[in-house]
């Protein structure tokens, strides 16, 4: 039955097309116009100052597009589309009439997880073409003096940080959902509750405490500052605790999940 | 064979309002089944309690024999409550791809086949924003009938359709129900069209069940003989206290056995008969006097 309303989830984001572009397509284009204006900028202005194009580290550097919050405004909008849409349409009767309630929400969340991947990995990739396009300008590249496998790893690393960092603000999207039974309600609480958490920890990028893990934002930078380190970085005050970041965001998605479709399995869909 | 729908001292409040009070109706299958009442009866609470969208306060409810109302159930139950529930970014067959994917359906004639049968086919690439009242109540329909349930749960059907859509949609239904043998439970406003398309009726006031029986037992033996004759008050001479005036002619409170022996004493009284025809009582006459004018 997951598989059933899975397949419905992704047909209905696949013919929702304008808003799945501001969703999830429109980041990876910022990501790559604003990299080529940045570079060609550079090379005009500066010349060979800065001689040291990166592909690999700008690709790195992709996988973190969503990691700031106001940056997380599209894949916020798309998770409201998917958790909020059914009270906006009022087709929750409809929908859940063929699939029950824990199943869809399962479905939905994954839905939301393969847009948000394919998202962060054209972000990625968008990075790595502004990365060549620089090896062109400057006629310079430098490697990671590192092995391939090492990273593979550390792009996984960055991949997986801003990964879970949004399927923590995904899942609040859809609790706030749940509870407020309105998209646009989805949209605003977690925008202004990622900007109030980035205000609020910005202590915790010194990396002196555990206790800021607990704050999504430090988490998922302490996993993308391990897998910089991996890749030759030095900089990295919160590299120390990417797993106990990882293992924070693990918590922070379940915790939210699982209060959303506890509220969900009980709600009276009398008017959604 | 269970009832379709079967509600045990079914109930349901939300805070201090009681929408539904303990409701007990057992609903068989093979047949059109009316559920009327004014606004706010809890005639749609009544559906949604059957459908799951909402948890009972009290009592319970049988689907098809189930007393776990989950999708394995929902999956032979076709529904449309309320307004039609449609995404506004999909054409009408993109609506009916969607909603066959949610029921695990894996078959694109059979979504060809229901756009047909509701009508839509010329309009199946249409975004379903652009639809008229009419056309997306069609296409509320048309998703309701893809898993060809074995139940159909309609609420207010007809909304928006204009003399020859109700028509058609009287014709469908009669179809499922005759042809495919498929259990019609409706909520309708239209008592005319109630009368013409259900078998049974229930009706529901303040959360209460009211009457429940045949339309055909509800209507009978309250109809009456239509006169339209002069002089008048000879032919209220002749009837007596049987007679009440009614537009331009008068109504006798008679058996239809004995209109024919009425007919020849208004004659041999002298009176002059322009009209006779027997009025069958209207479904509407017994709601309005059954819910006593509260309607």
Known sequence: ?272 | MPAALEASGLGKSYGAVSALGALDLAIPRGLVYGVLGPNGAGKSTLLRLALGLVKPSRGSVRLLGESQINARVLRRVGAMIEAPALYPFLTARETMRAFARYSGLKDPAREEAVLDRVGLTAAADRRAKTFSMGMRQRLALGAALLTRPELLILDEPTNGLDPAGIHEMRTLIRDLVEKENVTIILSSHLLDEVQKVCDRVAFINRGELVAEGKVSELVSGQGGLFIRATPMAKALAVLGLRARLEGDGLVAAIPEDAAPALIRDLVAAGVDVYEARWMTQSLERVFMSTMGGGA
Not at chain 1, 47 to 59: K, M, V
Not at chain 1, 65 to 88: H, P, V
Not at chain 1, 158 to 178: D, H, K, N, P, R
């Open chain 1, 1 to 272: 039955m997951i598989i059933d309303a899975l397949r419905a989830e992704l047909y209905k984001l696949s013919r929702n097309r304008w808003s799945t572009f501001w969703a999830f397509g429109f980041m990876p284009l910022f990501a790559l116009g604003m990299g080529v204006i940045e570079q060609a900028a550079y090379h005009f202005y500066m010349g060979d100052l800065l001689p040291y194009a990166a592909p690999l580290h700008e690709s790195l550097g992709g996988l973190a597009t969503f990691s700031a919050s106001i940056f997380q405004l599209c894949g916020i909008a798309g998770a409201a589309i998917i958790f909020g849409g059914e009270y906006r349409w009022e087709t929750w009767r409809a929908a859940l009439t063929r699939v029950d309630r824990a199943p869809i929400m399962a479905a939905k969340m994954l839905a939301f997880a393969i847009a948000i991947s394919i998202s962060l990995l054209l972000c990625g990739v968008a990075r790595l073409i502004v990365g060549f396009i620089d090896v062109g300008l400057t006629g310079y590249a430098t490697w990671p003096p590192v092995d391939p496998g090492a990273i593979a790893l550390a792009h996984l690393m960055g991949f997986s940080a801003t990964f879970l960092q949004m399927m923590v603000t995904a899942a609040f999207v859809m609790l706030v959902c749940v509870v407020s039974r309105a998209m646009t309600a989805g949209i605003v609480a977690a925008l202004l509750t990622l900007v109030a958490c980035e205000i609020a920890s910005i202590r915790g990028n010194m990396g002196d405490e555990l206790i800021w893990v607990l704050f999504p934002n430090i988490a998922g930078e302490a996993l993308r500052q391990a897998g910089n380190i991996m890749m030759g970085g030095r900089d990295g005050l919160l590299a120390g605790f990417a797993w106990q970041g990882a293992a924070a965001l693990v918590m922070w998605f379940i915790l939210l999940s699982a209060a959303a479709l506890a509220l969900f399995t009980r709600q009276d869909l009398s008017k959604e």
